[in-house]
């Protein structure tokens, strides 16, 4: 059973990549599932979807406890408590939907591991032309969901200007734009020292999607003699073995 779940998580092969793609599937599912129920009352099958969900993340947190090396290191990781606290949102009832956007933090990692990283450039053209672009996409995408989750989860009872994510989504956005309308403001301390994260933080993360967007600082370009990936836009040589690059090019004004 060990052996299966090593091959499942961690091999280089069809079905190990298409479980991990099932995976980054189900976690994305999930996000989907919190957004849209936060506009309905809680009804017998939420809760049921709930609990269902839990149990999936229950027995994927175990997959990957058992088939960790270092079972120490393993309660250290971020993501691990991150797992945590999914898995809570999801079978406390107590708790509801509240902490349930802490699961993006799952989609998160599986998108930072190296082999799901590497399988993506092999299978996306796309990925392998724009692959800066997403990575800053996503991380700005996942701290606006991350923050919007948090606005929701201390706002939402205590603040009649706050009623579902829409709501939520909309003061993050205002507030990371720096546009500041004042229609819906936050209430309490934690409410404050959130908006004041979403504005210095947000503001870093859509100026670095402005940056690959329309100004990048590298070019990815492997080498032929070295294999060096990332390269200055104007280089004409590569500067790890200075062999010749020919890297495509309209010109830099």
Known sequence: MIKRLHHLYEADTPRAHAFRYGLLIF???TIAFVI????FQHTIWIEVVDALIGVVIVT????RYAISDEKFRFWARPATW???IAIISFLAPITGEGLGFLRILRTLRLLRTYQLLARMRRDFAFFRRHEDVVIAGINL???LFVMTGLIYATQVRINPQINNYADALYFTVTTLTTTGFGDITPKGEWGRMISV???IFGVTLFLRLAQVLFRPSKVRYECKKCGLS???ADAIHC???GAVVHIDTEGLT
């Open 27 to 29: 976690d994305l599912v």
């Open 36 to 39: 849209i129920t936060s506009f």
């Open 60 to 63: 994927d947190f175990a997959a």
């Open 82 to 84: 991150a797992d945590i």
């Open 141 to 143: 995408g996942v701290f």
């Open 197 to 199: 994260a979403i504005m």
């Open 230 to 232: 990332l390269h200055d």
């Open 239 to 241: 500067k790890h073995c």
